[in-house]
């Protein structure tokens, strides 16, 4: 398949992509690192991985000894650079898989998978920028592989990052996030607190905006590309005030994940 | 891999009495998820068209207050998403695809695979076959209440038999077609047909 940065040249559009095999495999756990009190990142040595688009997900399958199985889908952390997979995997209320992968699974298990899948949530150096990410919660794990791969990029393409979290401990890859953004004039980063902030907070409290969109995201005429990830109330709330700020539907990627209201 | 090997640690869960209505690799939710590719536009129904489509031909248009006046159904059927969720006894209204065709005088559908063309350029692609005889609708209410923008509101296809991305949102054309033409999910890796049953959710399965 094609890989970003190997010698296939992407073009900016949406034309079929090669497809990858999506067979199910066992990959090795190497380690699980908590990334928040609700967050673990697993990562992941695959048997056999022939690259990734930054923006998707993989597979997971769990089997019982009675033969009974469970499947959820993870968006991959890692850059297709790197050879170890990080899945980032949030606590989800009463979730056998989530629950399974947080509090069961243990470094050198074998984990059952397939992927890459996800051929529209995609984005890589090739296909330029600026591009405008927008996190709500753990929605910034298939964003954090993006910012990631554009670290790795030699081109300096302008990014923002618009993350929406309940509170500072909640932040998931902080620390590297903010480190990105201090070593990168290139990369706006921009925190949003919902429910709890320190009393010298100097960012945003509350929720995202459309204010606080319009300064971040870069103009109409700079054609962003925005990619939002987030529960699904955050990614409607989202992309519709985008849309009412004057930016082209068509240059807006949602993927939605978790509970949702009716 | 023949045999998927038993993830250690990991217990069964005991089946509901709902169980048997659950295709494999799916479990229960009483939520409604959202998923598409894009934001949810926001249509108007005075705005709004509905177009049957036959080669360069049209079969069939209707305005929101013509489909409306259309023979309606009323079918409870459960839905299967491939992103594994599924939810049961859901309740909808629409023009079924039978009544759809007897309305513009076609007897036998004229070519063998349909292409779903919504709002925002999505596309799904269908054998007619699994559009009649009772097996589809054009769903304009769920719950007995308009459908939600969210959810494909004003208009959506609903093939209860099939993975949900073959039901599509914001529906606006149904154009017949001689040869199969995959969508787009099904040309970004998704099954061409889509059976929960048979776990068709990608390319190869």
């Known amino acids: 398949m094609a890989i970003p940065g190997g010698s296939n040249v992407m073009t900016a559009t949406d034309a079929p992509l090669q497809q990858p095999s999506i067979a199910w495999q066992t990959g090795r756990v190497q380690a699980i690192v908590a990334e928040t009190s609700r967050v673990k990142s697993i990562i992941l040595q695959p048997a056999n991985w022939s690259g990734h688009w930054p923006g998707q997900h993989v597979d997971i399958r769990l089997t019982a000894d009675d033969g009974y199985q469970a499947e959820r889908s993870y968006s991959i952390a890692s850059p297709p ?62 964003l954090m592989a993006m910012l990631r791969h554009r670290t790795r990029s030699l081109a300096p393409i302008p990014a923002s990052l618009i993350y929406s979290a309940r ?93 949702t209201g009716a | 891999m023949d045999r998927p090997p038993v993830s250690r640690g990991f217990k069964s869960k005991r089946q509901t009495p709902e169980g048997a209505r659950l295709p494999p690799g799916q479990y229960l939710t009483t939520d409604f998820p959202v998923l598409s590719a894009g934001p949810t536009p926001e ?94 609708m054009i769903a304009t209410r769920y719950e007995g209440l308009p459908l939600a923008p969210a959810h494909g509101g004003p208009a959506r296809l609903l093939v209860p038999h099939l993975y949900f991305w073959k039901s599509a949102k914001w529906l606006r054309r149904l154009r017949f077609m001689p040869k199969d033409e995959p969508g787009f999910w099904e040309s970004r890796g998704y099954h061409n047909y889509g059976d929960p049953w048979r776990e068709q959710r990608y390319d190869g399965d």
Not at chain 1, 111 to 126: A, M, N, V, Y
Not at chain 2, 49 to 78: C, M, N, R, Y
Not at chain 2, 85 to 92: R, S
């Open chain 2, 43 to 136: 249509i108007r129904v005075v705005d709004w068209k509905i177009a049957l489509q036959l080669g360069g031909s049209l079969l069939g248009k209707w305005t929101w207050d013509e489909f409306e006046a259309l023979p309606q159904t009323t079918i409870t059927v459960d839905i299967h998403c491939v992103t594994k969720w599924t939810k049961l006894g859901t309740v909808w209204q629409g023009v079924s695809f039978d009544d759809l065709l007897k309305v513009v005088g076609v007897s036998e559908p004229p070519d063998a695979y349909v292409m779903a063309h919504c709002d925002g350029g999505y596309t799904t692609n269908l054998p007619v076959s699994d559009l009649v005889a009772g097996k589809a």
């Open chain 1, 81 to 142: 650079e790197e050879k170890l997979l990080a899945l980032t995997v949030e606590r989800v209320e009463d979730g056998e898989v989530s629950s399974y992968l947080l509090d069961e699974l243990r470094v050198g298990d074998t984990l059952e998978f397939r992927g890459p899948i996800g051929w529209h949530f995609i984005w890589s150096q090739t296909r330029g920028g600026p591009i405008c990410l927008v996190a709500g919660g753990t929605g910034i794990t298939p």
């Open chain 1, 167 to 259: 509170s500072l401990a909640e932040i998931v890859y902080r620390d590297e996030l903010d480190t990105m953004a201090r070593d990168d004039r290139d990369l706006r980063l921009v925190y949003a607190l919902t429910r709890e902030h320190p009393g010298d907070w100097n960012g945003h409290r509350g929720r995202v905006n459309a204010a606080l969109l319009a300064e971040n995201s870069f103009t109409r005429e700079q054609n962003p590309t925005f990619f939002i990830c987030g529960p699904t109330g955050f990614v409607e709330g989202i992309s519709s005030m985008l849309v009412k700020l004057g930016f082209d539907p068509l240059a807006i990627r949602t993927e939605r994940f978790g509970p």
